[in-house]
């Protein structure tokens, strides 16, 4: 990590000194437990303080998530502009977070707070795993479906709400989605035993396709009519309605993408949106993949999707068809 001189401990199983750039920060503390821990936070995407603290909290646990982790607790992160705003904003915003906190099974205890011209909000949480039963993003194999567990597109709609080109009902769909935890999808996922997974944040889609690639041993065949969009996230990049990480993504990532077939340049578009909260991507084997999908129907996880699977080449490429 940027030459940093660290230090090299054995029970790091995933951190900055191990060639493996995971969700979450792994440490063992015995050999049946060890210890998970992630940090996330960021400038209000909703204009509801409830809601937005609802989202930063889904948001911070569902790397926990990714990595087959049980929240255990959580810290507040709060930048706040004092003389801006009324307290009360500061107390719904926490109030928001401790909601999902508590949703997801774990504590709050504590945290810090900062006098600053713009608001930021987000979590250091924790949890516990398994250390032989920890779920990496780089680890799926030759074969394996990829599910998507939540729509793309939050990026888009929530820069077309900022905007006032969404309706309503787009605005609360996407909020709504955001600030759901991926507990259930994450359960669904180790009671079948997965193969890899990671979720979909800043990177969007395909750089997060991209993460799971990290090793250079197999490439991922995208299938473009199988993946979930938000309702309008298309016409809205159509009238040049986007975020401007979509644009960086794209910038960092397109080498990557092979298209195979028909696309249009707004199509494309989509696959490199930055998502707040997305959903997991699962690598897992054929043979469980069907009972994967029927156990995140019985949890009534809203929306997940078999959108691809591991090829053997080219290595390092999402193949879109």
Request: hydrophobic share 45%.
């Amino acid at each position: 990590m940027c030459g940093l001189p660290l230090i090299m401990d054995p029970n790091i199983i995933a951190g900055p000194s191990v060639e493996r750039a995971e969700d979450a920060g792994v440490y063992k503390l015995s050999d049946e437990l060890a210890l998970v821990q992630s940090v996330d936070f960021f400038t209000p995407i909703v204009d509801d303080p409830f809601v937005f603290g609802q989202i930063a909290a889904a948001n911070a646990l569902s790397d926990l998530y990714a990595m087959g982790a049980r929240p255990l607790s959580a810290l507040n992160i709060m930048a706040f502009p004092v003389a801006k705003m009324d307290i009360s904003v500061f107390r719904a915003v926490v109030l928001g977070g401790l909601d999902k906190i508590h949703e997801a099974g774990a504590v709050l205890l504590g945290g810090h707070s900062i006098d600053d011209p713009e608001m930021k909000y987000g979590l250091a949480v924790t949890g516990l795993a398994h250390p032989e039963k920890i779920v990496f993003n780089s680890s799926a194999q030759i074969g394996d479906k990829i599910v998507l567990t939540k729509p793309i597109g939050t990026g888009i709609v929530s820069t077309a709400v900022k905007r006032g080109a969404a309706s309503e009902a787009q605005a609360k769909t996407v909020a709504e989605t955001m600030a759901t935890l991926n507990k259930s999808a994450a359960e669904a996922m180790l009671k079948v035993g997965a193969s890899a997974c990671t979720d979909v944040t800043g990177f969007g889609l395909v750089g997060h396709l991209c993460e799971m690639m990290s090793d250079e041993r197999f490439g991922i065949r995208l299938e473009f009519g199988s993946i979930p969009f938000f309702e309008g996230a298309l016409e809205f990049v159509k009238a040049k309605i986007a975020p401007g990480g979509l644009f960086r993504n794209r910038k960092f990532y397109s080498e990557r993408l092979l298209v195979q077939g028909e696309f249009s340049k707004d199509d494309l578009k989509l696959l490199f949106d930055p998502q707040t909260s997305g959903g997991l991507l699962i690598a897992v084997s054929g043979p469980r993949c069907e009972s994967l999908l029927a156990e995140l129907e019985a949890a009534n996880v809203g929306t997940f999707a078999v959108i691809g699977e591991v090829i053997a080449e080219p290595v390092s490429k999402v193949v879109l068809a």
